[in-house]
């Protein structure tokens, strides 16, 4: 099965998470928050993000989409042999996977159980991608 993800969406999610982190956090510590102006850096962190995917899922994966940081296309994707509900379900557990792991990977430096959680959290959604279709051989009878 083929599993595409965009890279825009995902980037517009992280703008997503990023101000609700500032709003939660109230006047006193407001972390930054990302905008437009971080486009470049958060499109290699997610690139990046999906290489640590591809690695985590390498059981799975029978080939993937180019991981090359210069390569100006949006879609990222992976051919698996696991069983997903739907191509829509294991889309989302990807792109979520991805997302969690390029938040970790950009609290990594600054808070490091927020990384742990993020990581926790790209893990679960990765999980699901990793179900394979049981082979069965031919069953025969025992006299």
């Keep these: 099965m083929r599993i595409t993800i965009s890279i825009s969406d995902i980037t517009r999610r992280i703008y997503a998470v990023s101000a609700i982190k500032a709003v ?3 006047d006193s510590s407001a972390p930054a928050v ?5 486009a470049l850096l958060l499109r290699r962190l997610i690139r990046d993000s999906f290489a640590l995917s591809v690695g985590r899922l390498a059981d799975v994966v029978t080939d993937f989409s180019s991981l090359d940081p210069d390569d100006g296309d949006d879609l ?3 051919e698996t042999n696991a069983v997903a509900a739907s191509p829509g379900v294991a889309a989302e557990s990807l792109a979520a996977g991805v997302l969690g792991r390029a938040m970790a990977l950009a609290w990594s430096g ?3 159980p927020q990384a742990e959680e993020y990581t926790r959290l790209s893990d679960t959604a990765l999980r699901q991608l990793t179900r394979r279709t049981a082979r069965c051989g031919r069953i025969r009878r025992h006299s």
């Design 24 to 26: 939660n956090a109230g």
């Design 34 to 38: 990302l905008t437009r102006d971080n």
């Design 76 to 78: 990222l994707w992976l």
């Design 110 to 112: 600054s808070d490091l």
